[in-house]
């Protein structure tokens, strides 16, 4: 059974930074490309960022590009967050992506509990 489990978030200022950790333990077969997803009350999750399973290649959402950085070890997947804006308050969360396919569209069904992000001043 496949668990995400998010970490990191708060509450930062308008142009501070968080930094983001996602574990995903039980997925079978190889390395998995990752990606960072978002909500917020009302609307659609929508995507933010995914990253290949070697780490090599990575995409970002438009509204987060240039500030936002996915990275991966061995052991998590990362989402460095700067220049943080009150539109990035939202619940983030990780999900395995098909990176070469569509890496917007998470491929796992089900979602770990997400971490709050909250931007305000």
């Known amino acids: 059974q496949v668990h995400l489990m998010e970490s990191g978030g708060g509450l930062a200022q308008p142009g501070g930074s968080l930094r983001l950790s996602c574990i995903a333990s039980?997925?079978?077969?190889?390395?998995?490309?990752m990606g960072w997803f978002r909500r917020t009350p009302g609307k659609e999750r929508e995507f933010v960022a995914a990253?290949?399973?070697?780490?090599?290649s990575t995409v970002y959402a438009d509204s987060v590009k240039g500030r936002f950085t996915i990275s991966r070890d061995i052991a998590k997947v990362y989402l460095q967050m700067d220049s943080l804006i009150p539109e990035d308050t939202a619940v983030y969360y990780c999900?395995?992506?098909?990176?070469?396919?569509?890496?917007?569209?998470?491929?796992?069904?089900?979602w770990g509990q997400g971490t709050q992000v909250t931007v305000s001043s």
């Open positions: 999900n395995s992506v098909d990176y070469y396919n569509n890496p917007e569209r998470a491929t796992i069904g089900s």
């Open positions: 039980g997925l079978s077969g190889s390395d998995h490309a």
């Open positions: 990253i290949s399973w070697h780490g090599g």
